[in-house]
């Protein structure tokens, strides 16, 4: 984490910096939704098991 303070606070002299102006990583939206796929199932997922486990407890 220093180095992201260090690096953030480079040059920090008031100058003006362009955020986007750097070298970034830019990960095309179809790679990003396939990357993110399994994420969104085990929250699913998560979410029945919550709403079975509350039925089972609560009668809900």
Known sequence: MTSVVSAASEGDDGSDRDPFGDARIEVPE???????????????????????ATKITYGR
């Open 30 to 52: 179809d790679q990003l939704r396939r990357a993110a796929t399994p994420q969104v199932l085990l929250g699913r997922a998560k979410r029945r098991i919550d709403q079975l």
